[in-house]
């Protein structure tokens, strides 16, 4: 079963870095949601994109943008990094916009 | 934006007792709620949703129950085995698809 890929797994960047994180969504899933994850807390929504376009958007700063691709698969990309963006980066995918979201394993980002 | 809040943090309970999660919500827009399971280190998996034009939704042991005069939807877990200590997450969403989650119960399942 082709769940949801995240790309990679884990990763270390340096302050005022730039990073970006690759998710395939599941086999059938054209939207794709990106959160964020802090240690110890509940994931916390960035931004959905759905027909390559963002659609909704949470309350985080310019320097989180993303891209949606013709075959669905996304990118976050992160400007500036700041030491608190070090977190777990969860892609979630689903159909048409609706909520039968499958998470990926997600990207462990630290930044030192 | 919707507050999802999430009671109680931790939570330990005897192999074979129940265990009750209980969860907020601010926008009474909020039309979906789904539980989700997080052991160390994976991946957040649904294990159980219900929406707001049912009361109550059971599989198995696991049951969510949703009160939406008083804006609280709760899990239950009966005759709980150590495979249920994980990391649940309760989340609320409208028709705008974006979940927010509360912070999360450690479940400790004690043998």
């Known amino acids: 079963d082709a769940g949801v890929t995240q790309s990679p797994t884990h990763l270390i960047k340096t302050r005022g870095q730039q990073v970006t994180l690759r998710c395939s969504p599941k086999s059938g899933h054209d939207t794709v949601s990106w959160y964020q994850q802090a240690l110890g807390q509940g994931p916390q929504f960035i931004f959905q994109y759905y027909e390559e376009e963002e659609r909704q958007r949470g309350n985080f700063p310019d320097r989180f943008s993303g891209h949606q691709f013709p075959n669905y698969s996304s990118e976050l990309n992160v400007n500036a990094l700041l030491l608190g963006d070090s977190a777990l980066y969860l892609c979630?995918?689903?159909?048409?916009?609706?909520?039968?979201?499958?998470f990926g394993s997600g990207t462990r980002l630290t930044v030192v | 934006g919707e507050n999802v809040e999430q009671h109680p943090s931790t939570l330990s309970v005897q192999e074979g007792d129940s265990a009750v999660i209980k969860c907020t919500y601010s926008d009474s827009a909020s039309n979906y709620f789904p539980w989700y399971k997080q052991e160390l280190g994976k991946r957040p998996q649904l294990i159980i949703d219900?929406?707001?034009?049912?009361g109550e939704k059971k599989d198995q042991r696991i049951a969510v129950t949703l009160n939406k005069t008083a804006k609280h939807f709760s899990l239950h877990i009966t005759e709980t085995q150590p495979e249920d200590s994980a990391v649940y997450f309760c989340a609320a969403s409208s028709n705008d698809y974006k979940l927010s989650f509360g912070a999360g119960t450690t479940v400790t399942v004690r043998a």
């Open positions: 979630a995918s689903s159909l048409a916009r609706t909520d039968g979201y499958t």
């Open positions: 219900i929406r707001s034009n049912v």
